[in-house]
């Protein structure tokens, strides 16, 4: 079974400029979170999908991302305009649902580089 | 914050079994605790979770303490493709998944 689909893999981009990361979750997953990883640093929570519903996008800097997942299944996170501080790791995740016991799968992530 | 507290990093030889602990003293009843691992440049990879009864799976094991306020992963014989960051997660539903910093595994050879 595949797992968690992200592309791509690592971006440079120039500080202003836009940037998305695309998301296909494992086949039949409910749930569909995006996580951003600062080096040294653990996965922190941007936002959380359950189907197409943003359910939980209190984490997500809505002056400049935004995220969707149409018909609740792929998922793209966006940032317009980029600032050097989003140099991070944008990791993709799902998982079957969200109550206790569930297991949360993660993609590889994309690498952002802003210069 | 995170509500477990983990070693910062530990060192183990290969082939010996590498015990890395991992406090939760505030856990409540029904939180779950959750171990994952990151591989440099690559996304965490889940290992095993388990609620109150030691769990064993093809990874690693799991023993909880009968309070529940600590746990420890054992990864029986360690190789050197165990050298990676280790993530304790205590939580409810996978929405309450906190990660701290994690135990940074080295294995030696």
């Known amino acids: 079974e595949a797992g968690v689909v992200q592309s791509p893999r690592y971006k440079i981009i120039e500080k202003k400029q836009p940037v998305a990361f695309w998301c296909n979750p494992i086949s039949g997953h409910n749930t569909l979170y995006w996580y951003r990883q600062n080096l040294g640093q653990g996965p922190e929570l941007l936002i959380r999908y359950e189907n197409e519903e943003a359910v939980d996008d209190s984490q997500l800097p809505k002056d400049r991302f935004s995220a969707e997942r149409l018909k609740g299944v792929d998922s793209t996170l966006k940032i317009q305009p980029a600032e050097l501080g989003d140099s991070a790791v944008y990791l993709c995740a799902s998982s079957p649902g969200s109550s206790s016991g569930n297991t949360i799968y993660f993609g590889e992530g994309s690498w952002l580089t802003v210069v | ?109």
């Not at chain 2, 009843?29 to 965490?44: A, D, K, T």
């Not at chain 2, 690693?60 to 190789?79: G, M, Y």
Request: hydrophobic share 30%; charged share 15%.
């Open chain 2, 1 to 109: 914050d995170a509500k477990t507290t983990q070693p910062t990093s530990m060192d183990c030889a290969e082939g010996r079994a590498a015990n890395l602990p991992c406090n939760h003293s505030t856990i409540s009843g029904n939180e779950y605790v959750y171990w994952y691992r990151q591989i440099h440049s690559q996304g965490p990879q889940y290992i095993i979770h388990g609620l109150k009864n030691n769990e064993t799976n093809e990874m690693a094991s799991l023993i909880i303490t009968e309070d529940r306020k600590s746990s420890t992963l054992i990864l029986p014989h360690a190789t050197l493709r165990d050298t990676a960051v280790y993530y304790c997660i205590v939580g409810l539903g996978t929405y309450k998944y906190i990660f701290g910093t994690g135990t940074r595994l080295k294995v030696l050879a």
